[in-house]
Nanobody, 114 residues
Framework: VQLVESGGGLVQAGGSLRLSCAAS????????MGWYRQAAGKQRELVAT???????NYADSVKGRFTISGDSAKNTVYLQMNSLKPEDTAVYYC?????????WGQGTHVTVSS
């Protein structure tokens, strides 16, 4: 299984970015996919996840600003990030639970300037 992320970059505070993650490999469907992030000097933390059935979960710090969505037919998830803040600056990692195994993407950098 491979997770390929795209959409990171540099944006000013208050701006928006959209991250995408596509899972490929020999599997039928994912159980859960989502995003974690790790800022410099900090531990990796949950951002948002979505299950195959569309149930979502968000970190309190991003509720109301970020929206996760998924396309189960394409095994792809998206993270729409609005009203970005400098504290959102981090490496964002795609995550997938497929057949009870955990998979991670390589990470994509998101930098929010003040």
């Amino acid at each position: 299984v491979q997770l390929v992320e795209s959409g990171g970059g540099l944006v000013q505070a208050g701006g928006s970015l959209r991250l995408s993650c596509a899972a490929s490999g020999s599997f039928l469907r994912f159980n859960t996919m989502g995003w974690y992030r790790q800022a410099a000097g900090k531990q990796r933390e949950l951002v948002a996840t979505i299950t195959l059935f569309g149930t979502t979960n968000y970190a309190d710090s991003v509720k109301g600003r970020f929206t996760i969505s998924g396309d189960s037919a394409k095994n792809t998830v998206y993270l729409q990030m609005n009203s970005l803040k400098p504290e959102d600056t981090a490496v964002y990692y795609c995550y997938a639970d497929i057949a009870s195994n955990d998979y991670w993407g390589q990470g994509t950098h998101v930098t929010v300037s003040s």
